[in-house]
């Protein structure tokens, strides 16, 4: 516990978030730096703001992509930089083309991130260019810096990327084995006594959503590298293999789910759910060592004492039930325990396995795996007919893109009425908090404002007991790094460093200091309070839009899993990929799902509908999935089968049944109460009970019943 802070921050000075800010440092600073030398400091910003530009673009993702955005960033800064500077002097036109560039440029959220990333850094040299004026030979040569000052930074971070071709992925691979991390640790807690069940399970939600967007963000970086989809390195292996088994390993921790409530009511007077926490925590400590050694480069050990601990819970279940001579504890308890156990053992299993591929002989020798990446990564393409399809009121950017042109346009009213020196503030302040979504334009708003605030009395307290420029020097440099390295991670942060890394520049440039402080402030309150109040009144898109389709696809993922599962007991399987593809689209739709419930929270009290059953739909559904989970593993762990499928068709086909009555339900429910029976299945003999046939039938009456709970649901939700 003490050597944890330590690890956070050793940890977070090799991962991506502070990679991306010295890297973005490094081509922001070094313009300005080299030319100042000469006398051409004006020259040097102009080039710092082509590379500012362009870093925008440059996330973490595949190389290709990240080339492809800056090359046509590059093309797009430049040309918008010639035609506002060539028309900027008619204030009336400007302001037609602020409004025609805000909509055009925002409508790029429907290509995805990336494309958005473009439309805002396209903007952002608008913004900055609006009321610089200059002779027309003048514009085009302050352009040409731009085009310059872009391809600097495209070629640097091109440049860096190939020094290290496979760091990316080990980062970020490195993140999303953390963030199941703490997904283990927040299923250890159902073990603890006197838990909240719903904080919990809500917290596991929560954590849910992380582990998707991590996971998703190394399928993107991992399945698009040639070099590690060819399997053409023992590095590529290594990354596929231990990702590949990264996900099998959060499959089994998403599996077990039990009714913790009735385990704590028999078995917390005997202690033993105590020792299953403390040993799911030291197997999320392994999880933690073998991110923290995909960043540093060592090798994980697992210690022995952990497999030791796993043996004495083992022994502990079996004296636990030699004494239960009294019936104290009920068998479906014991086997519980059982179960929960040998699922332990599983991870475990897998834990010492990735452990095992981090050896350097072992390297060499790793086999690759034939994975069909196409099926696991989602293409978004260029599509003019999307474009054209969404150019109405129903569709979400449509409005959103609507509403950042009406802003923008209200913003440069008011920046041009006050005549403030640094009035383009307000229209940054705008561009950066608009977002598609209510909750998280209101988000950025406050985070914005807050880190504002704090940054400009930081900055104004350096300004005023600070003058040495050596040391000012520093410090600017410490800002500009943890601004950049925080965009990501935290905006409040971000913006925090960024205030006073803006004040210390401009008295670098003898431009004013605590002048500028306070007009900065002025500016993002004005700014903030445009795009607050348009987020309220100008076409905003509430989360209750998205819900019944967010559900619909929950549903229909979690039907195709069980289906998947399913045909395991009906024949052998020996290619999983529309199993694994399956099991993705679970836990893309369920983290959706728990990622519009959250954000629903932020919305006013009037928006917030159905929150009680979107709480019991998200909920079962993670049971489902759970349950569906716990299926696949009976039989590719443990190798169950059961020997006449025929006997639990009926159940199959029922589940099914139930869940697409539950879909039809969702889409137009008529009002009408149904009676659908649930499918009794009989069981001849129960000598056995721990017979694998026992087991099996068991869990596939449990996902039915699931199922049943669900159409129920359904029957009372009218959306």
Same mark, same amino acid.
């Given at each position: 516990?003490?050597?944890?802070?330590?690890?956070?921050?050793?940890?977070?000075?090799?991962?991506?978030?502070?990679?991306?800010?010295?890297?973005?440092?490094?081509?922001?600073?070094?313009?300005?730096?080299?030319?100042?030398?000469?006398?051409?400091?004006?020259?040097?910003?102009?080039?710092?703001?082509?590379?500012?530009?362009?870093?925008?673009?440059?996330?973490?993702?595949?190389?290709?992509?990240?080339?492809?955005?800056?090359?046509?960033?590059?093309?797009?800064?430049?040309?918008?930089?010639?035609?506002?500077?060539?028309?900027?002097?008619?204030?009336?036109?400007?302001?037609?083309?602020?409004?025609?560039?805000?909509?055009?440029?925002?409508?790029?959220?429907?290509?995805?991130?990336?494309?958005?990333?473009?439309?805002?850094?396209?903007?952002?040299?608008?913004?900055?260019?609006?009321?610089?004026?200059?002779?027309?030979?003048?514009?085009?040569?302050?352009?040409?810096?731009?085009?310059?000052?872009?391809?600097?930074?495209?070629?640097?971070?091109?440049?860096?990327?190939?020094?290290?071709?496979?760091?990316?992925?080990?980062?970020?691979?490195?993140?999303?084995?953390?963030?199941?991390?703490?997904?283990?640790?927040?299923?250890?807690?159902?073990?603890?006594?006197?838990?909240?069940?719903?904080?919990?399970?809500?917290?596991?939600?929560?954590?849910?959503?992380?582990?998707?967007?991590?996971?998703?963000?190394?399928?993107?970086?991992?399945?698009?590298?040639?070099?590690?989809?060819?399997?053409?390195?023992?590095?590529?292996?290594?990354?596929?293999?231990?990702?590949?088994?990264?996900?099998?390993?959060?499959?089994?921790?998403?599996?077990?789910?039990?009714?913790?409530?009735?385990?704590?009511?028999?078995?917390?007077?005997?202690?033993?759910?105590?020792?299953?926490?403390?040993?799911?925590?030291?197997?999320?400590?392994?999880?933690?060592?073998?991110?923290?050694?995909?960043?540093?480069?060592?090798?994980?050990?697992?210690?022995?004492?952990?497999?030791?601990?796993?043996?004495?819970?083992?022994?502990?279940?079996?004296?636990?039930?030699?004494?239960?001579?009294?019936?104290?504890?009920?068998?479906?308890?014991?086997?519980?325990?059982?179960?929960?156990?040998?699922?332990?053992?599983?991870?475990?299993?897998?834990?010492?396995?990735?452990?095992?591929?981090?050896?350097?002989?072992?390297?060499?020798?790793?086999?690759?795996?034939?994975?069909?990446?196409?099926?696991?990564?989602?293409?978004?393409?260029?599509?003019?007919?999307?474009?054209?399809?969404?150019?109405?009121?129903?569709?979400?950017?449509?409005?959103?893109?609507?509403?950042?042109?009406?802003?923008?346009?209200?913003?440069?009213?008011?920046?041009?009425?006050?005549?403030?020196?640094?009035?383009?503030?307000?229209?940054?302040?705008?561009?950066?908090?608009?977002?598609? =979504?209510? %909750?998280? @334009?209101?988000? /950025?708003? !406050?985070?914005? *404002? #807050? $880190?504002?605030? &704090?940054?400009?009395?930081?900055?104004?307290?350096?300004?005023?007991?600070?003058?040495?420029?050596?040391?000012?020097?520093?410090?600017?440099?410490?800002?500009?790094?943890?601004?950049?390295?925080?965009?990501?991670?935290?905006?409040?942060?971000?913006?925090?460093?960024?205030?006073?890394?803006?004040?210390?520049?401009?008295?670098?440039?003898?431009?004013? =200091?605590? %002048?500028? @402080?306070?007009? /900065?402030? !002025?500016?993002? *309150? #004005? $700014?903030?309070? &445009?795009?607050?109040?348009?987020?309220?009144?100008?076409?905003?898109?509430?989360?209750?839009?998205?819900?019944?389709?967010?559900?619909?696809?929950?549903?229909?993922?979690?039907?195709?899993?069980?289906?998947?599962?399913?045909?395991?007991?009906?024949?052998?399987?020996?290619?999983?990929?529309?199993?694994?593809?399956?099991?993705?689209?679970?836990?893309?739709?369920?983290?959706?799902?728990?990622?519009?419930?959250?954000?629903?929270?932020?919305?006013?009290?009037?928006?917030?509908?159905?929150?009680?059953?979107?709480?019991?739909?998200?909920?079962?559904?993670?049971?489902?999935?759970?349950?569906?989970?716990?299926?696949?593993?009976?039989?590719?762990?443990?190798?169950?089968?059961?020997?006449?499928?025929?006997?639990?068709?009926?159940?199959?086909?029922?589940?099914?049944?139930?869940?697409?009555?539950?879909?039809?339900?969702?889409?137009?429910?008529?009002?009408?109460?149904?009676?659908?029976?649930?499918?009794?299945?009989?069981?001849?003999?129960?000598?056995?009970?721990?017979?694998?046939?026992?087991?099996?039938?068991?869990?596939?009456?449990?996902?039915?019943?699931?199922?049943?709970?669900?159409?129920?649901?359904?029957?009372?939700?009218?959306?």
């Amino acid at each position: 516990m003490i050597n944890r802070p330590i690890r956070s921050i050793h940890d977070f000075l090799l991962s991506t978030y502070f990679a991306d800010g010295l890297r973005i440092t490094l081509g922001v600073l070094c313009p300005s730096l080299i030319l100042a030398q000469f006398g051409m400091l004006q020259y040097g910003m102009t080039l710092s703001l082509g590379a500012l530009c362009v870093s925008v673009v440059d996330t973490p993702g595949p190389i290709v992509h990240r080339r492809n955005a800056m090359l046509i960033t590059m093309s797009l800064i430049t040309l918008i930089s010639v035609v506002v500077g060539l028309t900027n002097s008619n204030v009336y036109f400007t302001g037609i083309l602020l409004v025609v560039c805000s909509f055009i440029f925002s409508m790029f959220f429907l290509y995805g991130l990336r494309a958005a990333s473009i439309g805002t850094a396209t903007l952002l040299i608008m913004v900055l260019s609006i009321d610089d004026i200059r002779p027309w030979n003048e514009v085009l040569f302050y352009s040409l810096l731009i085009f310059i000052g872009s391809v600097w930074y495209t070629l640097l971070s091109y440049f860096f990327y190939r020094i290290r071709p496979y760091r990316l992925v080990q980062q970020i691979l490195s993140d999303s084995i953390h963030e199941v991390s703490d997904f283990l640790r927040a299923k250890a807690k159902f073990y603890h006594q006197n838990i909240n069940y719903d904080d919990n399970y809500a917290e596991l939600l929560q954590l849910q959503v992380l582990v998707h967007e991590k996971q998703d963000a190394v399928r993107e970086v991992l399945f698009r590298t040639r070099e590690i989809v060819r399997e053409s390195t023992p590095e590529g292996r290594f990354l596929l293999l231990v990702f590949v088994d990264m996900v099998d390993l959060f499959e089994q921790v998403m599996s077990t789910y039990y009714n913790y409530k009735q385990l704590h009511e028999q078995f917390d007077a005997s202690g033993i759910l105590s020792h299953y926490e403390s040993v799911i925590i030291k197997i999320a400590d392994e999880l933690e060592d073998i991110a923290f050694s995909l960043k540093t480069g060592g090798t994980p050990s697992l210690p022995t004492s952990l497999i030791d601990d796993v043996a004495k819970l083992k022994q502990e279940i079996t004296d636990l039930e030699k004494n239960n001579t009294d019936g104290k504890y009920n068998t479906l308890g014991i086997i519980a325990l059982k179960n929960i156990e040998v699922n332990i053992e599983n991870i475990l299993s897998r834990v010492k396995t990735i452990n095992g591929y981090f050896n350097k002989n072992e390297k060499k020798n790793l086999k690759p795996r034939k994975i069909d990446v196409e099926k696991f990564v989602t293409r978004q393409n260029i599509d003019l007919k999307l474009l054209s399809e969404n150019l109405t009121f129903s569709s979400a950017t449509f409005r959103h893109s609507l509403r950042v042109a009406i802003v923008m346009l209200i913003g440069f009213v008011v920046a041009k009425t006050l005549n403030f020196s640094h009035s383009y503030w307000i229209l940054l302040t705008i561009l950066v908090i608009s977002k598609p =979504g209510f %909750s998280l @334009a209101k988000q /950025r708003n !406050y985070e914005r *404002l #807050i $880190g504002t605030v &704090i940054g400009a009395f930081i900055g104004m307290g350096i300004l005023v007991y600070i003058h040495d420029k050596n040391v000012l020097f520093i410090i600017l440099l410490i800002c500009m790094v943890g601004s950049y390295s925080f965009q990501r991670k935290n905006y409040v942060v971000s913006v925090l460093f960024m205030t006073p890394y803006i004040l210390v520049l401009f008295d670098f440039l003898g431009m004013g =200091g605590l %002048s500028v @402080a306070r007009e /900065r402030i !002025y500016d993002t *309150l #004005i $700014g903030s309070g &445009i795009a607050l109040l348009a987020s309220y009144s100008l076409f905003p898109n509430w989360e209750h839009e998205k819900l019944k389709e967010a559900m619909l696809d929950t549903l229909k993922a979690n039907m195709n899993y069980f289906e998947q599962v399913t045909f395991l007991y009906v024949e052998p399987v020996t290619d999983f990929t529309n199993y694994k593809v399956a099991r993705k689209e679970v836990y893309v739709t369920t983290a959706n799902l728990a990622s519009l419930f959250q954000r629903m929270f932020s919305e006013p009290k009037s928006k917030q509908i159905l929150m009680t059953e979107l709480h019991q739909f998200t909920a079962l559904n993670h049971l489902l999935s759970s349950y569906i989970a716990t299926l696949s593993l009976y039989n590719k762990e443990h190798e169950f089968v059961f020997s006449n499928f025929d006997e639990l068709k009926p159940l199959v086909q029922n589940t099914i049944y139930l869940l697409n009555l539950s879909g039809d339900m969702l889409k137009s429910n008529t009002g009408l109460i149904s009676n659908v029976p649930l499918i009794r299945r009989n069981i001849n003999s129960t000598s056995n009970i721990q017979s694998d046939e026992i087991i099996i039938g068991e869990q596939f009456d449990l996902i039915q019943k699931v199922a049943y709970d669900i159409y129920k649901l359904s029957e009372k939700i009218k959306i």
